[in-house]
């Protein structure tokens, strides 16, 4: 073999090392990145409405503590009429995180 054949073969042997690597890093990153979008979607986004189901809680314990407290009649109608809506916000939201739960495991502990 002349040297001008073995310089490119080799010249040619990497190259087609090199694109090999570039494949299989393109194929990887792709479902890295599927990956992440599911988990996004699944686990991340759904942070939202625990968000405000534990902050509608967290009101709504204030709010009971506050009619317990009070005597007036039309101030113990006004904390009546806030738990209820702080109770639909908090409906509302368990029933938007319940649809993003995928696992068995997930959809038990919910309903518990």
Excluded: C, W
């Amino acid at each position: 073999m002349t040297l001008k054949l073995k310089l490119t073969g080799g010249f040619l042997l990497i190259t087609l090392i090199g694109v090999a690597i570039a494949i299989v890093g393109y194929v990887q990153i792709h479902k890295l990145d599927d990956a992440d979008t599911r988990m996004y979607e699944s686990i991340v986004k759904p942070m939202a409405q625990l968000e405000v189901i534990a902050t509608g809680f967290q009101r709504q314990r204030v709010t009971l503590r506050d009619l317990l407290s009070h005597s007036d009649k039309d101030a113990k109608d006004e904390f009546v009429e806030r738990v209820t809506g702080l109770n639909e916000e908090i409906v509302k939201a368990a029933t938007l995180y319940e649809k993003t739960l995928f696992s068995v495991e997930g959809k038990r502990l919910f309903k518990e």
